[in-house]
T-cell receptor
Framework: GAGVSQSPSNKVTEKGKDVELRCDPISGHTALYWYRQSLGQGLEFLIY????????KSGLPSDRFSAERTGGSVSTLTIQRTQQEDSAVYLC??????????????FGNGTRLTVT | GNSVTQMEGPVTLSEEAFLTINCTYT??????LFWYVQYPGEGLQLLLKATKADDKGSNKGFEATYRKETTSFHLEKGSVQVSDSAVYFCALSDASGSEKLVFGKGTKLTVNP
């Protein structure tokens, strides 16, 4: 596909379970971001991967959250022992280089996570 | 740290009205500034950007000017259309660090015919 693909589009899980969210960036894009969108809270930065550099994990809210990017392409965001406050839309975005270049961020449609 | 503050919505206008959505920022150095738009049922997409002071970004009739003296990047459109109904996000990138984007909370705009 031509855009950023995220799966699943919706995920309902029970409190305490682990979940994995997947992001397929646009081919050739070196930068990949994860954001969380909660009602009334805007977009909260979670983690940023750029090429082979160490990721910027400064936005991860707790050690229950982790992310990896294999082979510089697909990324997986893992939330362990989910809590109700983790319910949100998780957005992935990619760009050819950083946002200060001429390449904008391309966002996926997100994964809506509901923790019951 | 870096932050973005934008006017709270929702904003409701009639077609052909003038639109202003205020955005101010706090940042070290010289960030780049952006407006992103999220139409109903779609993903976020870049609307316009400005990379240095006094630059004006423009697209689809929308404009925003990078004002360093007032640390602002207000979004304006002279005559809105129903199709402009969306959520608008102001954002900045950290020019001195990892370049991650920091977003405001978003402003929902509804344009009525």
């Amino acid at each position: 596909g031509a855009g950023v693909s995220q799966s699943p589009s919706n995920k309902v899980t029970e409190k305490g379970k682990d979940v994995e969210l997947r992001c397929d960036p646009i081919s050739g894009h070196t930068a990949l971001y994860w954001y969380r969108q909660s009602l009334g809270q805007g977009l909260e930065f979670l983690i940023y991967f750029q090429g082979n550099s160490a990721p910027d994990k400064s936005g991860l809210p707790s050690d229950r959250f982790s992310a990896e990017r294999t082979g510089g392409s697909v990324s997986t965001l893992t939330i362990q022992r989910t809590q109700q406050e983790d319910s949100a839309v998780y957005l992935c975005a990619s760009s050819f280089t950083g946002p200060n270049s001429n390449s904008p961020l391309h966002f996926g449609n997100g994964t809506r996570l509901t923790v019951t | 740290g870096n932050s973005v503050t934008q006017m709270e919505g929702p904003v409701t206008l009639s077609e052909e009205a003038f639109l202003t959505i205020n955005c101010t920022y706090t940042a070290t150095g010289y960030p780049s500034l952006f407006w992103y738009v999220q139409y109903p049922g779609e993903g976020l997409q870049l609307l316009l950007k400005a990379t240095k002071a006094d630059d004006k970004g423009s697209n689809k009739g929308f404009e925003a000017t990078y004002r360093k003296e007032t640390t602002s990047f207000h979004l304006e459109k002279g005559s809105v259309q129903v199709s402009d109904s969306a959520v608008y996000f102001c954002a900045l990138s950290d020019a001195s660090g990892s370049e991650k984007l920091v977003f405001g909370k978003g402003t929902k705009l509804t344009v009525n015919p």
